[in-house]
């Protein structure tokens, strides 16, 4: 069955005894005629070579040192350094995601410095993100506890309406005997500012 719908292809008939078909033809607003085989985006409409394109900023805030530069290397190059610099200001990367009906999301994402002396420019990273994500050391306490302030930060500054935030406990892969944060802490604060919550591992990829 397959050499014989070959054959007849071959030889540009169709079922009747290759009579050539018409080819589809077009004219457009000033006059010129298309085939399909020219212009097959005027024959399969706009979306079948040009999907839907949506843009958005994500931002990922948290104290210097718990591994927001970790999780945005492993997440958009699946790359991770045990040894990197202090983020100033803001760095930059970008991701591009494939949802199921064929939309690109292109995701402009901002890891920001977390030490104290520079949260003065942090906030102009965050004032018109569509989404957060405040991450911490599960094995540093003290960065659980900077949580609060980034909330508030990113209630407070960011200039739309509707915006995600999303908790991430980093280092995931400690021992278990050097945690300070256990999942349930994570959780709860989570779910009382109805964020995503994941406990991560930037080294291994877990949650990321």
Not at 32 to 53: A, Q, S
Not at 96 to 117: A, C, F, N, P, Y
Request: net charge neutral; hydrophobic share 35%; proline share 2%.
């Amino acid at each position: 069955m397959k050499a014989g719908n070959e054959s007849s292809s071959s030889m540009g008939g169709g079922c009747c005894g290759g009579s050539k078909s018409k080819s589809q033809k077009i004219k457009n607003g000033a006059g010129i005629v298309y085939n399909k085989k020219e212009r097959p985006d005027i024959f399969n409409g706009p979306n079948m070579n040009h999907p839907k394109v949506i843009e958005a900023k994500v931002v990922l805030l948290g104290d210097s040192g718990v591994g927001k530069s970790s999780i945005a290397q492993r997440y958009c190059k699946n790359f991770f350094s045990e040894s990197h610099d202090v983020t100033i200001g803001g760095a930059y990367l970008q991701q591009t995601v494939s949802l199921t009906d064929g939309t690109q999301v292109k995701l402009h994402i901002w890891d920001t410095g977390g030490s104290e002396r520079f949260r003065s420019m942090v906030s102009l990273y965050y004032r018109d993100a569509a989404a957060a994500i405040i991450c911490y050391d599960i094995g540093d306490d003290k960065s659980f506890q900077s949580v609060h302030f980034w909330i508030n930060e990113m209630l407070n500054n960011n200039d739309r309406e509707d915006f995600v935030m999303a908790l991430a406990g980093n280092k995931a892969d400690l021992d278990p005997a050097l945690k300070k944060v256990n999942l349930a802490t994570g959780d709860d604060i989570a779910k009382k500012h109805k964020m995503i919550f994941e406990e991560t591992s930037a080294k291994t990829g877990e949650g990321v």
